[in-house]
């Protein structure tokens, strides 16, 4: 019998290199997901990188990553019709005229085929707007984005991840759609479409920082590893001597702790001043003072820059500080959280050899993610590559909110757990959010403030749109009760709290079964529930570092910067809410409920997989190489006309080369080779800024995207807010809020077709909803909840 949390379930998979992540996030969640590929292979076969740098269709290391678990059939696009009668999902990657040119149906010829198919597409821009057939790219989607805008060096161009991430990105959204929608299909009988946008994903993903403009607060620019935000000179980035560290090095109740631990190392080490040895960062007013942050910096950095990695690690563990260092790629590998937690799977390649890639991106009991075979050879499974099966009955579509009558305990903080619920409630999913007075979420004391209060934080009421809010002292025992009566009330509890604390609460895992014997409890943590590292508090920064992100978001002559701001806390949720939903469609089946064990940094290793398997394969380094790509060239973010303006260039092929080089006025460079535009790279990108200087970015990507090439200016909060595409596929909307009024949050990035997400509240007041929660939810009266008062429970 089939094991896997999507055991039943039947995905084609016609993807390119951009949507092929999707298929394996599938696999991994137990699904049977088949490539249809043509007599002579699909283009991931024929994506560089390749074993050995020797191309082949069975040598592509995009292939070996990305397919594996799946199977093959060797089919024509003719015969989609004719599969998909007996499937569940079609996954597809493209715009509207590479579709057509593919050869994939329409959507409604596919959903009159088949009524119950759910279609997902990943694509550039999504397959609305006025750039929906755009040229795309990673890093044409990264400047369209906003991300890309913030990540870097002040004084240099913007900067990316050298292992592509954005498309990637999609495809964990186009997971998260594919899930509600087939939970929606349960009651309605009727599949729909998701459409993803790698562009929409990208803004998603860059903090709540993309929504300055419409929020009328400062925008914030490049800084390091820490974005700037008006006079703000925090900074994360530090020297160590054989390399570099993160430091959450920040101020306030939540965080200057862990800077105070710091700063008494040094002092005991006799290395900063009294001034700097005496201050209570905890309390520390940087407005009144920036002069002494200044010092601060500079003192941790000549501090940090005399130790190395190893040894301010350790210090890190032993003394409980936000500090990690930048890892190579070899030194993940080389990791023991990661050996102990047997986070690496084999991949054979040619010659005998094997690579490790990461496995599975989150743990989980008793039915776990699937361990995959290699990726498959061309052709290797019979046609047709399913057997005919009547289709399931249909309950009739009542309108409802896709995952509406679920249930969520929203035990999180800050913003990775926290946005795994928002996910979900913008589906209709009931996400009772558990805080109090003395420990509110971290999020509520993070700018911009629209309201000078403790409800006043717009980064919060984002991140928590459409939740309830209870206060719940959850330090008193006198609590106890009510948390156990919320555990039986729920369906789901996202616990983003220490390894081991639900435990020290009363709720450990045994307990919780007992209480809620079906209950699916996802455990969010920063390098996951067990390990050497388990216990090591910290940001998505940390994991980021931890994890490869920054030494591959570096430029060759500069220390690491990496992504912007807690790069791993934007982007797991994406896994976080397709686990909850895989694992909520398994009890749906069987009736049993799961533990799923998902470490941030871990789950995002599955981002940086291509570049972990071709230093492995080729030697290759992905590290420290700025915006150059070794299979594309010219590609770069060049200075367009205006203050900080840039405006990204990615030549995919010897096409779009000539159609560059005609755009430029220099047909005698149109006949360079790729190995020639990669040697004569300098001399080009003089060649294209002086060119796009002239002009603003957005002129230029218009018209370079006129002939052919993939170009986008790099977009901050104020582009995106009148980006015509962002704005024809509604990317915020405007909700009210109990104490601001009302306030423009980010739209979720998975686009459904007919159930599409429902938002209506920005996030609540602290304990808004207290009373709704005990009355309406768990049944008490008035009593019980003075009871509850008397002893102080409910603040």
Known sequence: MARGLLAPYRVLDCTDERGAFAGLLLAQLGADVVLVEPPDGGRTRRTAPFVDDVPGVERSLVHQVLNRGKRSVVAERSALLDLVTDVDVLLTSGGPAELTAAGIPSADVLLGRNPGLVVANVSGFGLTGPKADWADGDLVCAAAGLQLSLTGDADRPPLRCAVPQVFASACGD???????????????????????????????????????????????????????????????????????????????????????????????????????????WSTFDLASDPGRQVRLNDAVAAFTGRRTKAELLAASRERRLLLAPALRLDEVLAAEQFAERGSWAAVPIEGGRTVRVPGTFAQAVPEPLASLQPAPLLGSSTFPPFAARLPESAAGDRGAAPLEGLRVLDLTTSFAGPLTGRMLAAFGVRVVKVESERRPDFARTTGPFLDPTIDGSASYAHTNANKWSITLDLSNPAARPVLEDLARWADVIIDAYAPGALGRMGLDEMTLRRLNPTVVLLQSTMLGQTGPFASMPGYGNMAGALCGFFTTTAWPDRSPVGPCGAYTDMVSPRFAAAAILAALDHRRRTGVGSRVDLGQGEACLQLLALGIADSQANGRSWEHVGNRDAFRAPHGVYPALGDDAWVAVACADDAQWSALAAVLGRADLAGLSLDERIGRHDELDDVIAAWTVTQSGDAAATVLQGAGVAAHAVQNSPECAVDPQLLHRGWVMDLPHSAIGSLAVGVPPMRLSRTPARLETAGPCLGEHTAEVLTELLGYGDDRIAELAVADVLR
């Open 174 to 280: 186009a997971v998260v759609g594919v899930l509600v929608a087939l939970a929606e299909r349960q009651r309605s009988g009727r599949g729909q479409v998701v459409d993803c946008s790698a562009q929409e994903s990208w803004v998603w993903a860059s903090f709540y920082l993309s929504y300055a403009t419409p929020w009328r607060s400062p925008v914030s620019s490049r800084n390091g590893a820490a974005p700037r935000t008006g006079r703000s000179t925090i900074r994360f980035d530090f020297p160590a001597a054989d390399g570099a560290v993160t430091i959450t090095l920040a101020f306030g109740a939540a965080v200057g702790p862990y800077t105070n631990r710091l700063v008494a190392w040094m002092a005991a080490a006799g290395e900063c001043d009294g001034e700097l040895a005496t201050t209570d």
